[in-house]
């Protein structure tokens, strides 16, 4: 049974480097495989005796060289390299364990489209594993994301039309500067010309892309994913505020992102942000803090914390009854 040391691998190997790097020579090819100069030159013979078309020029300019109008497969997977793709598939995708899932329907094309050795195991794995799907993913619609995509190469500006959580939907005329994949979830990162201010958009909740004649020039010194961790935290509907008696650096490994932005303020800090959920800002981000703080602003969080502390006093009562 070939496996990936097999010289049947070593001759794909072979195939792979002769395709991409035109005039390697037996000794090139030789260190490019581990392998002696002898074996390199029977690697190639292997090609040969499979209908491949390699040519061998002589000459400083030499080496080995594949025939014009060769056919080839245009990629050569080995186990490891197969195996690491559907383990990168399912994590960040777990439905793709179906075969009725977009994304599950084309792993199951690239798995069919495999050698049957090295096929074997990537099918397995694939049926048999399973992962946890992150309650917090959002998966947009592919070709929302390939039109802001296409839009962020060839710098065009968009109108988009977004719809928020609560179901408010507008447009806006942006200039798309990235996409992020974040946790799970997928940003636009970009200028809003309605905000005059940079955003980060759900494309999820992205409804359309129309892009304009308009074209635009991103920051040159952009750095989309630390600019997209800067701002996730702002343009939200609720303001926030938090202070905390703590310094910074004691309070800075609690905080996410999107709570705000934390800043020196006496002997302690200071969290200014937003946010569309001051619930969920309360409930699952503020209550993990293990450190005192008091929320200042805006009401709509105070009201949320006293609701939570309410409940949870509440609990306690109800068990000091009991």
Same mark, same amino acid.
């Given at each position: 049974?070939? @496996? ?16 991409? #790097? ?13 392998? +002696?100069?002898?074996?390199? =030159? ?10 491949? *078309?390699? !040519? ?16 080839? *497969? ?17 994590? /960040? ?23 049957? +050795?090295? /096929? !074997? ?8 594993? =399973?992962?946890? *799907? ?21 710098? #065009? ?25 974040? $946790?799970? =979830? ?6 809003? $010309?309605?905000?005059?201010?940079? !955003?980060?958009?759900?494309?999820? #909740? ?5 892009? @304009? @004649? ?38 800075? *490994? ?21 946010? =569309? ?33 309410? #409940? ?11």
């Amino acid at each position: 049974m070939p @496996t990936e040391t097999s010289p049947t691998a070593r001759a794909l190997r072979a195939l792979e480097i002769l395709q991409t #790097r035109p005039g390697t020579t037996a000794d090139q090819l030789a260190q490019r495989l581990g392998v +002696t100069e002898r074996a390199a =030159r029977r690697y190639v013979g292997i090609l040969r005796e499979a209908g491949i *078309p390699v !040519r061998s020029v002589r000459g400083p300019h030499g080496g080995y060289r594949l025939g014009r109008g060769t056919r080839l *497969p245009p990629i050569v997977f080995t186990q490891a390299e197969a195996l690491g793709l559907v383990m990168a598939v399912l994590d /960040g995708h777990p439905a793709a364990v179906e075969g009725d899932d977009l994304v599950g329907a084309a792993l199951d094309k690239v798995v069919r489209a495999l050698p049957e +050795t090295v /096929g !074997r195991q990537a099918a397995a794995l694939r049926a048999h594993a =399973r992962a946890t *799907p992150d309650r917090y993913a959002a998966r947009p619609d592919p070709n929302t994301t390939g039109a802001l995509v296409a839009a962020v190469a060839a710098r #065009r500006r968009v109108v988009v039309t977004y719809r928020t959580g609560s179901g408010d939907e507008w447009a806006a005329e942006v200039d798309p500067w990235a996409v992020v994949a974040r $946790h799970g =979830r997928w940003y636009l990162l970009c200028h809003s $010309h309605r905000a005059v201010a940079i !955003r980060t958009y759900r494309i999820d #909740r992205v409804r359309a892309v129309t892009e @304009t @004649t308009r074209e635009f020039e991103p920051p040159a010194d952009l750095d989309p994913v630390a600019t997209l961790e800067e701002h996730l935290g702002k343009g939200w509907e609720f303001a926030t505020r938090v202070v905390f008696d703590a310094p910074p650096e004691r309070v800075a *490994p609690w905080i996410r992102p999107p709570m705000g932005r934390l800043e020196p303020s006496g002997d302690g800090c200071v969290l200014v942000g937003s946010t =569309r959920n001051p619930t969920m800002y309360a409930q699952e981000w503020l209550a993990n803090v293990p450190l005192d703080f008091r929320v200042e602003g805006g009401p709509e969080l105070r009201a949320a914390v006293a609701a939570l502390a309410a #409940r949870l006093t509440s609990a306690l009562s109800d068990g000091a009854d009991a």
